[in-house]
């Protein structure tokens, strides 16, 4: 069994276009999972013509996807921090500061599409902030970064249903030790800026965290806990995200870049962090507070 899910912003999924589809596809009972903004119906065989039926209901601001109806509930939440669970990208805010804004979002940018090497692309944008005082960190954290909507019900209610959530960035950790204090992770994962007499070298620790750390977070963090990948829900918006993406039961690109949305099956263009708890049968009803 298949549930086909249907997820827009808050007032913006219409009743009439879910019970349409619903009808053309032959589902069982509609299921609103949040008035207006969730509905779900179960399915025993993928449409032929999804594809295209994803594409118009995401010109409407509908994100449409088709998830097993098995073990639905992930036991584990693996998350990218920058772009993700946060708004921003931490290292494009403080090369705004340093005065390299433009090169290195640029860079920033053909990295995660998948364009340019992430390894190296790190070290280059890195060197650029050379010589910054490290309280630049702190600064930027209050004033330039702002948290994903959706996030804190997401851990909350995975949390309180036992899941365990990890965040593994790409980032920096000066950065995900924020974040993830705030939204309650169980665990951090990301790089490190070289700091000498109170100020950024230009550095970053080595060995870099990139796709294939990702990739072994998940590996890690499932044999902890005596689970499978498929008892793992994995959240990202980059090429670097991919691995992980693929190897979880449920791998969720959100607000991703192109050519990273179309290599996974599910995708979440227009929903905030919700979507996930969607994704997995949660109602609105059911969020932690």
């Known amino acids: 069994m298949h549930m086909v899910s249907m997820i827009a912003r808050p007032g913006e999924l219409a009743p009439a276009m879910a019970e349409a589809l619903r009808n053309a596809w032959g589902g069982g ?4 999972l949040a008035p207006d903004e969730a509905a779900e119906f179960a399915i025993g065989a993928v449409p032929g013509n999804v594809d295209t039926v994803r594409a118009e209901l995401d010109g409407q601001g509908i994100d449409l996807n088709i998830v097993t109806g098995q073990g639905r509930a992930k036991r584990l939440l693996l998350a990218d921090m920058d772009s ?4 921003q990208e931490c290292i494009d805010e403080l090369a ?3 005065g390299v804004g433009p090169k290195v979002r640029e860079i920033t940018a053909r990295a995660m599409n998948g364009e340019l090497d992430f390894e190296g ?3 280059e944008r890195v060197a650029l902030l050379k010589g910054l005082p490290e309280s630049i960190i702190t600064d930027v954290l209050a004033t330039r970064i702002s948290f994903m909507p959706g996030g804190r019900a997401l851990l909350g209610t995975m949390k ?3 899941a365990r959530c990890v965040l593994v960035s790409g980032g920096f950790t000066a950065f995900t030790a924020h974040v993830g204090a705030s939204l309650g992770f169980d665990e951090t994962r990301a790089n490190t800026l070289l700091v ?5 070298t230009g550095e970053v620790a080595q060995p870099i965290l990139g796709r294939d750390a990702k990739v072994a977070a998940l590996v890690e963090s499932t044999e902890h806990l005596g689970i499978g990948p498929a008892d793992v829900i994995a959240v990202g ?3 670097n995200d991919l691995g992980m993406l693929g190897r979880a039961g449920l791998g969720v690109a959100l607000h991703a870049k192109p ?3 179309a290599q996974c099956a599910v995708r979440v263009n227009h929903g905030d962090l919700s979507a996930l708890l969607y994704l997995q049968g949660y109602s609105r009803d059911e969020f932690a507070a």
């Open 121 to 123: 692309a790190l070290i």
């Open 29 to 32: 009972d509609l299921i609103w």
């Open 160 to 162: 309180a249903r036992g």
């Open 196 to 200: 000498k007499e109170g100020y950024l």
């Open 237 to 239: 918006d980059g090429a």
């Open 259 to 261: 050519s990273v949305a």
């Open 84 to 87: 993700t669970m946060i708004e």
């Open 96 to 98: 705004e500061v340093a």
